[in-house]
């Protein structure tokens, strides 16, 4: 063999066999280091799923306005301590779900009648602007997705199940104000639908309600996959409205809280 193909073999067999990992001093390694459990991380991300669910029982109105709100209590409803509790009811007052009572007593927000009303009247007008927007801005997966989300509430109205029919009400309409590709919007429109949930609750306990709310999302998911801004926009915010008597049966409703 050339004195050269020597070189050549030595190079490419002999020192990467000599240097190679296995053969290389312990101390030289490369120490693992172990993972590091963010606490404030897991605490925040359990204060985040107690904020949701109360959210929750709080738009389907399983926790009705002027409700208290105990700490322990939700903490054993929920199998969780008092931190994340504690920190949930903060984000939910920063929401206006949530307010303070004297001697630190947390209850379920309350509306008066004229709140109450000026409040639906910028949700009405939320909920035409989504319409409009989403119908121009919807991907094809978008409008398919709300048309079989809304075959799913289906099955609650025939059944008249008015709260689970509630919580599928409210992503329905959560996910036309993210089809309006408005990050704005989505964030306002969403927290007021939070904020008049519960009062809306009322809407459905009435005679024939579910069965008419269904019907009206129905042409709603027809002009949105129609793509007609305009009939979205009109259907949307008729839709929102308060009718005279709801209108009254709430107010009342306000006054005994």
Known sequence: ???????????????????????????????????????????????????????????????????????????????????????????????????????????????????????????AEYEGIAGRLAARRMTEDERRALTEHHERCRPHVISKDRENYQRLNREFHVAIYAGSHNSYLFKQASGLFDRLGAYRTYELYRAGELTRVFDEHTAIVSALTARDGALAYQLLKDHAMLDADLLGDLMAAVKDV
């Open 1 to 123: 063999m050339h004195k050269n193909e020597y070189a050549d073999v030595f190079l490419r067999e002999v020192v990467p066999s000599h240097f190679c990992q296995k053969n290389m001093p312990t101390q030289n390694k490369p120490k693992a280091q172990p993972k590091q459990t963010s606490l404030v991380k897991s605490a925040k991300t359990l204060a985040d799923s107690v904020s949701a669910r109360l959210t929750e029982e709080i738009v389907t109105g399983a926790r009705l306005p002027g409700s208290l709100l105990d700490e322990n209590a939700i903490a054993q409803h929920f199998q969780v301590s008092r931190t994340p509790v504690r920190e949930a009811l903060r984000q939910l007052t920063a929401s206006a779900l949530v307010e303070w009572r004297p001697r630190h007593r947390a209850v379920v927000a309350t509306i008066s009648a004229h709140q109450m009303v000026a409040m639906f009247e910028i949700m």
